[in-house]
């Protein structure tokens, strides 16, 4: 897919620079021309030496050097990409892009071009959660700017952790690939649900469960760098949404099937989410206020929809490939084998969430995958990664 590809990869000045190295190899390996243009703060970070013995080419570095402007020029830097990637896209190469500014070679580039940028965002997580940078984000993503990552992890700054973490070399190489229209999943519609439902009490109270969402939203992100085009149907999750995917935010499970029902039609729906098996038959329409009579209210409680029953039974327009998931604390394969039976899905994985695993809630998975075929052991993995490879078995078996 990236053979004979031209990419140019403007290298923004951040600690994440150094990864941009193997980012460079890892394109050439698959055919792509890399060029490269650093900006001031990049070159503090890794030489144009460097960048230019991985690219064999020349890098450019200065709007003003009037031998790259005669021989090449800005313009033509722009235009004779086929792709541009940016990384580490600094909070400052961000906040230039968002507004047009074009002081300098990289951000005039990204002005001058034409063609798809590709952002791989990386920054200490309070910049990447401020505001500005929320809204920068945000206008260049509506401006058709497709972004790759950034991930949860360690920062460099000893003790930080959160989300700012660039993306890994891998992981934009499939991404540049998607951006190119050319991802696994391209032209494919990919349904996924995440995150808890809430299930009201009252109109300030409501019933809930402990899924952050993490493995749903990875999930999403994995699809959408295989070019997928993903709904994304999530509940009031703690983690937030992924970029450049249709998100649906909802409530209870109700709402969360009447969404799936309306995304629908799609090759693949994915159903991560933790849905209430119950909702309050009786919520009330207003506070719920102790009378002084000392007796607690009696909830009631109505079965909710199963939605990936639901959606697995269809009769007309189901999903090539349903997909569920199983979170069991005891005998965790043989009750996700009578799952995935009774409620008819294709695959369901399977993991274990007993408190002890630390897996809800945590940043690692331990799933079995479990198919038509038989039940696969996986080992304990980043939740990025379990999303990544089934991103890709889903891909494999869409063909
Ligand atoms: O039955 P259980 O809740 O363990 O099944 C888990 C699987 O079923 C998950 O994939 C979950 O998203 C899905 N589910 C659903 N609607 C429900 C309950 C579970 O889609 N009401």
């Known amino acids: 897919m990236l053979a004979d590809k031209r990419i140019l990869l403007i290298i923004g000045g951040g600690i994440a620079a150094y990864k ?35 690219t064999a080419d020349h890098v450019f570095t200065d709007l003003f050097d009037r031998q790259d402007e005669q021989d090449v020029g800005h313009i033509r830097l722009a235009r004779e990409a086929d792709l ?6 600094t909070a400052d190469l961000m906040a230039k892009a968002a507004h047009g500014f074009a002081g300098d070679l990289a951000t ?8 798809k940028v590709l952002m791989a965002p990386a920054m200490n997580p309070r910049m990447w959660a401020h505001p500005a940078t929320r809204r920068n984000h945000a206008r260049l993503a509506a401006d058709g700017v497709a972004f ?46 995440s995150g808890p439902t809430h299930e009201p009490i009252d ?18 992100a994995a699809l959408r760098d295989l070019g997928a085009r993903v709904t994304f149907v999530t509940g009031p999750a703690s983690v937030p ?55 607690a209210p009696a909830l009631e409680f109505a079965e909710n929809p199963d939605i990936l ?3 697995s039974q269809m009769e007309a327009g189901r999903p090539r490939l349903v997909i569920g998931f199983a979170a069991e604390t005891d005998d965790v394969v043989a009750h996700a084998r009578a799952k995935r039976a009774r409620k008819g899905c294709d695959w369901i994985v399977a993991n274990d969430v007993r408190p002890a695993t630390g897996i809800m809630g945590g940043a690692e998975n331990a799933v079995t995958l479990i198919t038509g075929e038989g039940a696969e052991d996986w080992p304990r993995l980043a939740k990025d990664e379990v999303a990544r490879r089934l991103a890709a078995r889903i891909a494999a078996a869409l063909g």
């Open 20 to 54: 941009v190295l193997d980012l460079i190899r890892r394109l050439r390996e698959r055919g792509a021309a890399v060029r490269a243009v650093m900006t001031a703060a990049a070159q503090e970070f890794v030489t144009p030496l460097s960048v230019g013995a991985l």
């Open 84 to 89: 541009i990637v940016v990384a580490p896209a």
């Open 108 to 115: 005039a580039v990204l002005l001058a071009t034409d063609h």
């Open 148 to 193: 790759v990552g950034p991930a949860m992890g360690e920062m460099a700054e000893a003790g930080e952790a959160g989300e700012g973490r660039m993306a890994e070399p891998l992981e934009i190489v499939a991404a540049a690939e998607a951006a190119l229209g050319g991802g696994a999943l391209a032209g494919r519609h990919v349904i996924v649900t």
């Open 203 to 220: 109109p300030v109270r409501y019933i809930a469960n402990r899924s952050s969402g993490a493995q749903g939203t990875a999930l999403a």
């Open 241 to 295: 949404a992924p970029s450049g995917v249709e998100v649906v935010a909802v409530e209870t499970a109700r709402e969360m099937l009447a969404a799936v029902e309306a995304a629908l039609p799609a090759e693949a729906a994915v159903f991560a989410a933790a849905v209430a098996d119950w909702r309050v038959k009786n919520a009330s329409h207003s506070k719920m206020k102790k009378d002084g009579s000392g007796r």
């Open 309 to 311: 029953a639901t959606v």
